[in-house]
């Protein structure tokens, strides 16, 4: 792995525990272990565009795992379903500590920091719900209603994990997962 990708790992880890506020530069280089330089050479614009460089890393990771279970289950229902529980089996290998949520950290905190954390947001939203509400578009269902589908079911994936992170538990996941074919089905 790279000093570039080992600082953000890092970074994304802390900024998910500790917040975008609660988190310095001298601690993403000390628990990296990278020199000081590299994460200027790499972020020369300094904690907000490494923070961007972590929310665009999230965000593909997430497509990257959709992606994956899209290419195994055709229907909505079914690879969004296997993509919670996808979630929910990393929680109870690893417990939250390690797990790193899109929304909790990224969205809710940083949107309100800078323009740029926030457009880097929507972006990540945006493409996880136009990815599913394509899908379903492919599968019959009205533009219109398949987007406000993608709204909800992201929704309520979101709030699960927060739920999940507070509890220490996948609970709420595996409850989001059991509900996503009610919402996708109908």
Not at 135 to 152: H, M
Request: charged share 25%; net charge neutral.
């Amino acid at each position: 792995m790279s000093s570039k990708d080992i600082i953000l790992e890092t970074a994304a880890r802390l900024f998910a525990k500790q917040g975008y506020h609660g988190t310095g530069l001298s601690q993403i280089i000390r628990e990296s272990g990278a020199p000081k330089g590299s994460l200027y050479y790499y972020f020369p614009n300094g904690k907000e565009e490494l923070a961007t460089a972590c929310i665009n890393l999230i965000r593909r990771g997430l497509q990257r795992q959709l992606e994956h279970q899209m290419l195994q289950l055709p229907q909505p229902a079914d690879f969004m379903q296997a993509f919670v529980l996808d979630m929910a089996d990393r929680i109870d290998a690893s417990g939250t500590d390690r797990f790193v949520p899109f929304g909790f950290w990224a969205a809710a905190e940083t949107s309100a920091v800078s323009d740029s954390l926030r457009e880097a947001c929507q972006a990540a939203f945006k493409e996880w719900k136009d990815t599913l509400a394509n899908k379903l578009v492919e599968t019959g269902v009205e533009s219109g209603r398949a987007e406000e589908k993608a709204d909800l079911s992201v929704c309520l994936i979101e709030g699960a994990i927060i739920m999940a992170i507070v509890e220490r538990n996948s609970r709420a996941m595996r409850r989001a997962a059991g509900h996503l074919p009610v919402i996708l089905r109908a």
